[in-house]
Every structure is written in structure tokens, then in C-alpha cells.
């Protein structure tokens, strides 16, 4: 896997169902018959990915969202991005 840097823009893979309630989310992967239960900053992140969005953006919106400083967000949204791209919910463009 390449390094995951700030100018990576993750996208969202074909093969996914999302379900959203007021407290948590769940992803299944149809491919690998895997699923992810998120809360609601796993959720904040998951609605800026779309392929456009850096993972510097996503952490500025994040930072926005949180109150928090652009580096503290863009390390809190790291591992969530790292098992979305590991189980198979996002690539990297």
C-alpha cells in the first residue's frame, strides 16, 4: 500500500451498503463480506469522501466540525481512514 499522505484523495469502493442512524453508522462490504460500526466523527468522516475531497480537506472540515487544529484532526481522522482503506470501503486516487 502506498503511504497515506495529505494529498491523498480517498474514494468511496462500488461495492458498500451504508446505514445511518442518529448515534452510530454501519458500512458492509459486499465483496469481502466485512462491516464497519462508526460513530458519529467515523460518520463525519465517511461524508467527505468522494473522490475530491484531500484528506487535508477532510481534516480542515473535520478541525471546523470538532474545534479542533488542523494537525490534532487530521491525526484523530488517520486511523479511521486506515481501516476503511484496509477492509476495503475506500481506495486511494
Not at 5 to 15: D, F, I, M, N
Request: aromatic share 10%; glycine share 6%; proline share 3%.
Amino acid at each position: 500500500m502506498s503511504p497515506i499522505t495529505s494529498k491523498c484523495k480517498p474514494t468511496r469502493s462500488a461495492q458498500f451498503l451504508f446505514k445511518e442512524s442518529r448515534t452510530s453508522g454501519v458500512l458492509i462490504n459486499l465483496d469481502k463480506y466485512s462491516y464497519f460500526v462508526m460513530n458519529p466523527t467515523a460518520q463525519t468522516v465517511w461524508k467527505q469522501i468522494n473522490g475530491k475531497n484531500t484528506l487535508h480537506d477532510i481534516a480542515k472540515k473535520f478541525a471546523g466540525k470538532y474545534g479542533l487544529t488542523v494537525n490534532k484532526a487530521a491525526r484523530d481522522i488517520r486511523n479511521c481512514i486506515v481501516i476503511l482503506n484496509k477492509n476495503g470501503f475506500i481506495k486511494f486516487q
